[in-house]
């Protein structure tokens, strides 16, 4: 209610009382002798959705100073913390030579530091798209060395230079533009207790979900709910979800990674 009070006292420039009261009747009244607006027993939203999930995002964009008081739409707020994730950096030359390369169709030498190496080396590449994980930020693009749409880490790009114009397609990254349907479900071995409230924490109807993914982003998604064959092994009571069509996930993303 709070929420959605603070969203129309914010309008009232542009949208004053009165018309709000016009749409929705019966969700404020007026108190005379302490001049105030409250919500009503029959209040029901009109601008903030019934889903929690707006309001505790905005929760999150506050606590990480993305979004000021004054821009959000939250009343009175409650007490609260987020747990912090380290801050993974992106070096500011760096992101603006590949965003310039993606507007304007170019290539660009990197030396990029992967895993698999224990030293850098210089590859040139034609990004066309950025992803975040989650915890860090990515450049996705064709590869010359590799002959390959392939993911790259900002934060393991050391140096960009030499732009050349470029005739690599981005519709051909067929691991980009195609989604994989994840079907998710409740560990088997939890009991049907256990079960019910993993259905509700993750929004399951009939003991599943099903999330899309980008093909390219699998990797990722895989990696943070653990849905990998190793952790299915794990018991229930840490591995509480599980990936019910792996074959047809493993299925498709054969078949991208071929066209």
Known sequence: MLTELTRVKRRLDHFPIREYQNIAPNNIGYDKSKKFYFATEKFKPIFTSKDSSEYLSQLRLFSANIIKREESFLGTLPSFDITPNPIRSVNPEILRKILKAIREKMSLEIE????????????????????????????????????????????????????????????????????????????????????????????????????????????????????????????????????????????????FKRN
């Open 112 to 255: 990029y530091q992967s895993m698999s190496r224990d030293n850098p080396i210089w590859r040139r590449i034609a990004p066309h798209t950025l992803a975040y994980d989650g915890h860090r930020w990515h450049v996705h693009g064709y590869c010359f060395t590799r002959k390959s749409f392939r993911d790259f880490l900002f934060a393991r790009i050391l140096h960009a230079e030499d732009f050349q114009p470029v005739e690599i397609d981005p519709t051909a990254d067929t691991e980009w533009n195609n989604f994989l349907n994840i079907k998710i479900g409740p560990h088997p071995d939890l009991t049907d207790s256990q079960r019910r409230i993993i259905e509700s924490d993750y929004g399951m109807v009939n003991g599943s979900v099903t999330i899309k993914v980008r093909s390219a982003l699998y990797f990722y998604f895989e990696k943070q709910f653990r849905l990998d064959k190793e952790c299915e092994a794990r018991p229930a009571k840490e591995q509480q979800i599980i990936l019910l069509n792996r074959d047809k996930i493993e299925e498709n993303r054969a078949l």
